[in-house]
């Protein structure tokens, strides 16, 4: 674990190599676990802004739960976007069989200037606080299989593939410094 300004970062994010393979897990992060994405308070309330451009971009069943239910799920302590009965991300939706999200959808179409949740951003990565500090810890899946094995083929390290996410939650000098820490130790 390394200090990078006020984050801990896990050694794993330059050690471990991923590269994500939606074409092999299909969007299986969309579907599985015990919640949605984590959402920060900022978040809801942008995404409460873009919804009329997210909405468009999703099918009439996560319309429907999202008009009756809100998008956010705050069982269980955390604040995280609502969920089908099936574990499906209300904002997922499928084209061609692979799950993708709505809320990025809009966002690549102009539509809306939230590209969709830091967690999902960051993913594999888990973002944790800890009083004055964050945690970056890699999540290790079983449904990540496919990416390990594409990140080793192509030798891509965590840290690499989740820069563009990393700087949009800590900024483009926060990473330039974090990847020369981690690379050198």
């Keep these: 674990m390394k200090i990078v300004e006020h984050v801990l970062v896990s050694d794993s994010l330059i050690e471990s190599q991923f590269a994500c393979n939606v074409a092999a897990c299909k969007g299986a992060c969309c579907i599985e676990g015990d919640l949605g994405a984590p959402l920060a308070e900022h ?23 999202i008009e009756k239910e809100g998008f956010v799920d705050y069982s269980l302590g ?24 709505g809320i990025e959808k809009a966002y ?20 944790k606080a800890y009083g004055a500090f ?6 290790k899946w079983d449904i990540c299989q496919a990416a390990c094995q594409k990140g080793q083929e192509e030798e891509i390290s965590l840290l690499s593939f989740a820069k563009d996410a990393l700087e949009r939650r800590f900024g483009k000098a926060w990473y330039q410094k974090a990847k020369k820490i981690l690379q050198n130790s």
């Design 108 to 127: 690549q179409k102009g539509n809306t200037n939230f590209q969709k949740p830091i967690s999902c951003h960051l993913y594999p990565i888990r973002e």
């Design 134 to 139: 964050t945690a970056l810890n890699y999540h």
């Design 43 to 65: 978040e809801i309330e942008t995404l409460k802004k873009a919804l009329p451009s997210v909405l468009k971009e999703l099918d009439k069943k996560s319309q429907n739960l």
């Design 78 to 101: 955390q604040k995280s976007t609502q969920c089908h009965e099936d574990g499906l991300c209300v904002f997922a939706t499928s084209q061609n069989g692979v799950l993708q999200c």
